[in-house]
């Protein structure tokens, strides 16, 4: 399969879709990044980020993923922030192991919690990703953990999660296995073998007991990329390359958590008011903001269970290209922090019931969003 766009050609060799999928393009689209490091993105069409997606479909990758990964062993599943947090989320929320407890990374800081450890992603505009060290009672009940899930929505190195792997495994010594999760993943058996011989190198020098390492994932393939040298996109300068400064009771996940049933009755009773009033029977898109997608999806969800014609997705840091294809349109989203920079929105229905789901609540929060419809 070979695509061309406007930052270059793409040529992709699939050695594995999932059967529940025809092919790649139902998985993905192909978009031009505003990157001098890397000028192309794959842009999922399940994950709910930058193309909304109805709660039924990513549910159908959840359970895709919990009829491959339940156990009777106490799981702990960790989601790689920005774009994977909602899908660790959904993932840890399926699966039938009778303890889960979850957690992302994340680029927020949190003036109140005390960083386990931090990694950095290579290729990325993005600050390192900080993991946040659970409360002395959660970590009585994480350490004897021997299952853990790595979740990401797309592999191409594996160096992220490699590092991700070695930092786990330093604080919670027991474990015994680690699943490795995407959407797409671009490693090969080479590549993985290695990925698996670095960690067990590690596990030695460390004096630690080395795990059992598996892939799991929709789509396996390679790709080529060559660059078009016509093709010039700097990254912005007003992107946001900084971590976050935030302060809010809806931590869950940046903290590690028990995964349990959220309660979203208050957030559905105010939408169903906001339908009422706006006297239509118009389709709703729930939109969630950065890391904040878990919540809007269960949202989502709980509207859709209702019969309501729903879509989720959510603002992004990350800085594309309008092409009127993959990428029909963005809206830009002010955000103070140590400065003016910007969030975006991709493919925004203009004509649908907008709800920006925060997490703070704040006014501050609110009217930075005001501008897409309206904010709970």
């Not at 990513?58 to 993923?65: D, G, Q």
């Not at 209702?306 to 830009?332: A, F, L």
Request: glycine letters at 6%; aromatic letters at 8%; one cysteine or more.
């Amino acid at each position: 399969m070979k695509v061309v766009i406007d930052s270059g050609k793409i040529g992709i060799t699939p050695s594995y879709i999932h059967e529940d999928f025809n092919g790649i393009e139902d998985l993905i689209g192909f978009a031009n990044r505003k990157n001098e490091n890397r000028g192309f993105l794959f842009v999922s069409k399940v994950l709910g980020k930058h193309i909304p997606v109805t709660p039924t479909e990513m549910n159908k990758v959840y359970s895709v993923f919990s009829k491959e990964l339940s156990s009777d062993s106490k799981a702990f599943v960790v989601g790689l922030a920005e774009t994977a947090t909602g899908l660790g989320a959904g993932v840890a929320s399926s699966l039938e192991n009778k303890q889960v407890y979850f957690q992302h990374t994340t680029r927020s800081i949190l003036p109140h919690a005390e960083r386990w450890f931090e990694i950095s992603e290579s290729h990325s505009h993005a600050v390192s990703h900080i993991i946040y060290k659970p409360s002395q009672e959660m970590l009585d009940s994480l350490i004897d953990v021997e299952n853990l899930i790595l979740v990401d929505d797309e592999i191409t190195t594996g160096n992220t999660l490699k590092q991700l792997a070695k930092e786990y495994l330093k604080v919670l010594p027991n474990i015994k296995k680690i699943n490795i999760v995407s959407l797409l993943s671009w490693l090969d058996d080479v590549k993985f073998s290695e990925f698996k011989r670095d960690v067990a190198e590690f596990c030695k020098e460390e004096g630690l007991v080395a795990p059992e390492l598996t892939q799991s994932f929709l789509f396996n393939g390679s790709f080529e990329f060559e660059p078009n040298s016509d093709y010039k996109q700097e990254l912005p300068k007003s992107a946001h390359k900084g971590a976050s400064v935030l302060d809010c009771s809806w931590n869950m996940g940046r903290l590690p958590v028990q995964m349990k049933h959220v309660v979203t009755t208050d957030y559905v009773t105010k939408i169903e008011k906001i339908i009422a009033s706006e006297g239509s029977e118009k389709e709703i898109s729930i939109i969630g903001t950065g890391e904040n997608m878990y919540l809007p999806y269960l949202i989502a969800s709980q509207l859709e269970i209702s019969g309501y014609n729903v879509t989720v997705q959510s603002t992004t840091r990350s800085p594309v290209v309008v092409d009127g294809k993959v990428i029909t349109s963005c809206h830009k989203i002010p955000m103070h922090d140590n400065g003016l920079v910007e969030h975006y929105i991709y493919n925004l229905n203009v004509n649908k019931l907008n709800v920006v789901i925060t997490e703070t609540g704040s006014k501050s929060e609110k009217e930075a969003y005001q501008h897409l419809g309206y904010v709970l």
